[in-house]
């Protein structure tokens, strides 16, 4: 027996971190997990100790420091096999459960939909980093590219999210494709926070009662 891997992916601004944090709160009081087991929330680019340094360095704002596409592909897939080594499969072979805010289908959306890295490269590289590791459900937070920006107005953007409209909407088209191809649970993100919570712990009862 393992631990459930969780995953909630979605464009920038669609709430991620806030339901991850609510969601983080109910699971252990949910009844779904065994007695003993913990929770571990984690995140992409950044779960683990050398990934929070590789995320400075990939959403750095300074354009001197702008990697090539190929080398942020290759950096956030260094976070990825650091996170899945050190983090992710330690904690499912302990039976523990993981919520990643974002994982590898991030890659396929942004820098493949996005940045029109061949998909084909992309999975390839996956099929080493991911080591086998695939999540057991994958939420995605449904917001549209406006609402995005929208919602970000009065933030700094780090280096991705200063991407603007055109690719936004490249990645959310991605990410539908993604969404549609692996039959993920999509939830729209415009409604409050309160239903999006609620439909996601429906969800996880649903899929793992
Ligand atoms: P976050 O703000 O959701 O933590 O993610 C940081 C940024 O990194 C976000 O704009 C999405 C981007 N990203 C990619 O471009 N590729 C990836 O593989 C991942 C995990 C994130």
Redesign the pocket.
């Known amino acids: 027996m393992r631990g459930k891997f969780i995953v909630i992916e979605g464009i920038?601004g669609c709430g991620?971190?806030t339901q991850i944090d609510e969601i983080s709160r109910w699971l252990p009081t949910s009844g779904l997990m065994k007695k003993n087991s913990k929770l571990i929330k984690t995140?992409?680019?950044?779960g683990s100790l050398l990934g929070i340094k590789l995320?400075n360095l990939?959403?750095d704002n300074n354009k001197n420091n702008k990697p090539s596409s190929l080398t942020?592909l290759l950096l956030?897939s260094a976070?990825?096999a650091e996170h899945v080594s050190k983090i992710i499969s330690p904690a499912l072979e302990n039976q523990d459960w993981v919520i990643s805010?974002?994982?590898?289908d991030?890659?396929l959306?942004?820098?493949g939909f996005?940045r029109n890295i061949n998909l084909e490269i992309i999975k390839n590289i996956e099929s080493i980093v991911c080591q086998g590791e695939q999540p057991d459900l994958t939420i995605f937070l449904e917001i549209s590219p406006e609402e995005s920006l929208l919602r970000r107005k009065n933030f700094i953007p780090?280096r991705?999210?200063s991407e603007g409209l055109n690719f936004l909407q490249k990645v959310n088209k991605g990410f539908h494709i993604i969404a549609k191809e692996k039959n993920w649970k999509v939830i729209s993100a415009s409604q409050s926070i309160k239903n999006i919570s609620d439909e996601i712990k429906e969800t996880l009862l649903k899929n793992f009662s």
């Open positions: 920038d991620k971190t995140r992409e680019p950044g995320r990939i959403l942020e956030y976070d990825r805010d974002r994982f590898a991030s890659t959306a942004y820098q996005g780090d991705i999210e």
